[in-house]
């Protein structure tokens, strides 16, 4: 199994980023699915979530409620993170997480 976040980088406040996770070894099935996020110093905290894996319903954290949207591609089997309106609070490591598999991490980094 093996999940790879890309897209993260350095974006000035008001900026906005697009979050990949391109898997293999797994498909989506009913699992969880979602977003989580690691600032320094702080816990890994969750940011969006599909609660199962087939349905649509999504869930997302108060902090990027309007800003961020989770989707995902079930042919390509990849799992992305649009991400508005960032502020520098949203510094911090996005990980993805299916079924309890973690991704490695893409840093991103918002600028005042």
């Known amino acids: 199994v093996q999940l790879q976040a890309s897209g993260g980088g350095l974006v000035q406040a008001g900026g906005s980023l697009r979050l990949s996770c391109a898997v293999s070894?797994?498909?989506?099935?009913?699992?969880?699915i979602a977003w989580f996020r690691q600032a320094p110093g702080k816990e890994r905290e969750v940011v969006a979530r599909?609660?199962?894996?087939?349905?649509?319903?999504?869930t997302y954290a108060d902090f990027v409620k309007g800003r961020f949207t989770i989707s995902r591609d079930t042919a390509k089997n990849a799992l992305y993170l649009q991400m508005n309106s960032l502020n520098t609070e949203d510094t911090a490591v996005y990980y993805c997480?299916?079924?309890?598999?973690w991704g490695q991490g893409t840093q991103v980094t918002v600028s005042s």
């Open positions: 997480n299916i079924g309890g598999h």
């Open positions: 070894g797994l498909t989506f099935g009913n699992s969880a």
């Open positions: 599909f609660p199962i894996g087939r349905s649509n319903y999504t």
